[in-house]
């Protein structure tokens, strides 16, 4: 291989009492790539990148980062790396000033320096008006903003960040998003990136793992899991249906060319099928049960479409059921996975 | 990693942990106001000079006389007017029968009672011993207890009078040949205060500790900031150094006041050196924070750590000879006080403040405090790693 691995996991497990979080991953990070964990809420995806950060303790299995293991030699670990987590790591009562020199005289950094890189980090979000005010009194944007240059105090070569647009309107989703993505490119850091929005994992990632119940089951680029649909002959229909009734979406479903059937809107569906015959049969279907095609689409593969594809539910599918799974009758108290950060 | 680094990394964990204190404005000003309630609240509850006064009570005469002399009896209410007047004991109201006094005490509109029964002029013309009946409410023991006393004391005055005006003799004999005098190590009167006042002290940096610390740590962890310190290249035991340093600052702070308090509302004079009286504070402090760890560090949110918390306060607080004197415990007690740092905090300084003792006299007690702190914060370290890193 031509570029080197900067992080290597090997057979990574991670179990919580009897609940695996983490189900025996193995896989290499290439030096200045951005990889994305892509998986719903409780995938394990947070889980793995707390042990790669040396924050939690792996059951099983090993991860180096350079040539440091996450566990042995954790302080060595500590000073190559950064990360943002989704909860933000900031003390709201110290001004952004005083919180970013908190956290950077926790690496040694001479106190000249670490003035100066302080100074251009808030520049270089645009925070620097702001520097002497207490972050209590930011808006989410900008603490998020904080939060990201916090971890980059010690110059980091590998980048964590844990659902860093989370909670965030649109407009700072981009400001947070197009950063990374200069930090990657200017200075080479090496970024991994967990989320559950397939749209950062698709505008920034160079590869993708697809997380599913603490196991990848894909790990590719955005490119090369969307021909997993579009290079064979599964397509991807977007029907508008004047009059849809519950019994039409029933028979779509019934057909044995249709993989997947969700119901956008009272008289959308969203289908992914596949075989020669599958348009002809579905209209067939449609005009058998005299329902009214008002336009129909054939749409280029989202990350969305792999998930549900290889999965055979949606990202929000499986973080309900994990929800209700956690939630559900007399597993409140002990009995059910309990997970302690 | 050097001892250097460590201690920098904890100074400027204590520091950032004093910063956010400080800017915490109400909390900044409930941890002088806490104190202030507690030297208040004993304070005050608990005269400085141990007496009670303006005690209600009932008195009731049926003495039916002597061939018409009521002297006797007149003569014993007079002199026992006369010794209120001096002490304000009391505060007498006539009453009907012995039982309207009964009812009264019952209704709780009197606290006790004295009764002179019908034969009393008789008896004590006869050359006989007069009684008198002292009622007293049951439902409360220590004014029972109060009341007794305090009668005993008047029947006892008035008793040596009418000894000595019966025999009507000038100085040939001594009524009562014996008078007991106390004499303490110290000069003046401690009162109860005294006695509790280094016990809050001690107790109230404590309850500042265990409340403190819930809050540094698991709030830390609750929010997501200790990731932060967690994933930098830190020694975990600066972590709990620096964590330990602010609760001290912070004890410390709430030590000056109290004992600020103590000396200049209550009077409480201290008799040994006050810097004895500070270190003996720090160390307090020093010696509980590493089984506020150990707590903290076992439970998953700030919640459940203050519920332990006060679980292990309450009978810390009164375990440790804070309020009571642990002579008054039962063996077990007191074998179990023993275990509690608070004990010995709360006695070495009251030996400094109300008895005047110097290190000497307190090596004991200052080994075991310095020796609890060090276990604890050795048993801590790994149970913090541990829970930190799951």
């Avoid at chain 1, 042990?51 to 030699?73: C, F, H, Q, W």
């Avoid at chain 1, 200069?182 to 989320?195: A, H, M, P, R, S």
């Avoid at chain 1, 119901?263 to 596949?274: D, F, K, M, R």
Wanted: aromatic share 6%; glycine share 8%; hydrophobic share 45%.
């Amino acid at each position: 291989m031509a570029i080197e691995s900067i992080i290597k996991v090997n057979h990574l497990t991670k179990m919580f009492n009897k609940f695996t979080a983490v189900d025996d991953i193995t896989f290499d990070v290439k030096k200045g790539e951005i990889f994305g964990l892509l998986g719903p809420n409780g995938a394990g995806k947070s889980t793995t990148l707390r042990m790669l950060s040396t924050l939690s303790r792996p059951t099983k299995g090993t991860a180096t980062i350079g040539e440091y293991d996450t566990v042995k030699n954790d302080m060595e670990v500590r000073k190559l790396i950064g990360i943002v987590s989704e909860k933000m790591i900031i003390y709201n009562r110290l001004t952004a000033k005083e919180n970013l020199s908190f956290f950077g005289s926790l690496f040694n950094i001479p106190k000249e320096t670490l003035n100066k890189r302080i100074d251009d980090l808030l520049e270089l979000v645009q925070l620097s008006k702001w520097k002497n005010a207490q972050v209590g009194t930011f808006s989410t944007g900008m603490r998020q903003r904080m939060n990201v240059i916090r971890a980059l105090l010690n110059m980091p070569q590998v980048l964590f960040l844990d659902e860093p647009t989370l909670g965030l309107d649109p407009q700072s989703s981009v400001e947070i998003r197009d950063f990374i993505k200069k930090l990657n490119q200017e200075q080479g850091t090496t970024v991994i990136i967990t989320t559950h929005m397939m749209v950062d994992a698709d505008l920034l990632c160079d590869r993708i793992a697809i997380v599913d119940h603490g196991k990848i089951i894909a790990l590719d680029t955005s490119t090369n899991l969307k021909k997993i649909i579009s290079g064979g002959d599964t397509m991807i229909i977007k029907l508008e249906i004047a009059n849809l009734t519950p019994d039409l979406v029933a028979s779509i479903k019934g057909l044995k060319c249709a993989d997947a059937v969700t119901q956008e809107n009272s008289t959308s569906l969203h289908l992914i099928v596949h075989g020669e015959d599958a348009f002809d049969n579905i209209v067939d279907t449609i005009r058998n049960k005299n329902g009214k095609i008002t336009s129909m689409a054939n749409l280029q593969p989202t990350l969305e479409d792999v998930f549900l594809h290889i999965t055979g539910h949606e990202v929000r599918d499986s973080a309900d059921q994990k929800i209700k799974q956690e939630m559900g009758p007399g597993k409140r108290f002990g009995g059910g996975p309990r997970r302690v950060r | 990693m050097t001892a250097k680094t460590i201690l920098q990394h904890s100074y400027r964990i204590a520091k950032k942990d004093l910063t956010e204190l400080f800017r915490n404005r109400l909390g900044l000003v409930l941890l002088i106001v806490m104190p202030l309630f507690m030297m208040v609240m004993v304070g005050f509850i608990y005269p400085s000079n141990g007496t009670i006064t303006d005690l209600k009570v009932g008195v009731v005469n049926e003495d039916s006389g002597f061939n018409g002399v009521f002297a006797p009896s007149q003569g014993f209410l007079t002199g026992l007017q006369g010794i209120n007047n001096q002490t304000h004991m009391l505060i007498m109201t006539d009453v009907k029968s012995t039982a309207d006094l009964k009812d009264l005490v019952q209704r709780g509109q009197l606290s006790g009672g004295i009764v002179i029964p019908d034969n009393f002029s008789r008896s004590v013309i006869s050359r006989q011993q007069g009684t008198v009946i002292i009622v007293s409410d049951e439902s409360n023991p220590q004014i029972s207890a109060t009341i007794q006393g305090a009668l005993r004391g008047v029947f006892d005055a008035m008793g040596t009078a009418l000894a000595q005006q019966n025999l009507n003799t000038t100085n040939i004999a001594v009524i009562k040949p014996f008078n007991v005098q106390a004499q303490g190590v110290i000069s003046g009167h401690p009162s109860y205060f005294d006695f509790i006042a280094p016990g809050i002290m001690a107790m109230t940096v404590m309850m500042s500790v265990m409340t403190g610390l819930p809050v540094a740590i698991s709030q830390e962890k609750e929010i997501g900031t200790m990731d932060g310190m967690m994933v930098a290249p830190v020694n975990r035991l600066s972590i709990l150094l620096g964590k330990t340093m602010a609760q001290t600052g912070r004890g410390l702070i709430q030590g000056v006041i109290i004992l600020g308090l103590a000396i200049g509302i209550f009077g409480v004079a201290i008799q040994g050196s006050i810097l004895l009286v500070f270190a003996l504070l720090l160390l307090g402090v020093f010696s509980f924070v590493g089984l506020g760890i150990v707590i903290t560090s076992f439970t998953k949110d700030q919640e459940t750590a203050q519920m332990l918390m006060m679980t292990l306060m309450f009978p810390m607080m009164f375990l440790s000879g804070v309020f009571f004197p642990i002579q008054q415990m039962p063996w077990y007690m007191q074998d179990i006080s023993k275990l509690l740092p608070l004990t010995y905090a709360s006695d070495a300084l009251r030996k400094v403040m109300v008895l005047g003792a110097g290190i000497p006299q307190i090596a004991n007690e200052l080994i075991i405090l310095i020796a609890f702190g060090i276990v604890m914060i050795a048993i801590a370290l790994p149970v913090f790693r541990r829970m930190m890193t799951r």
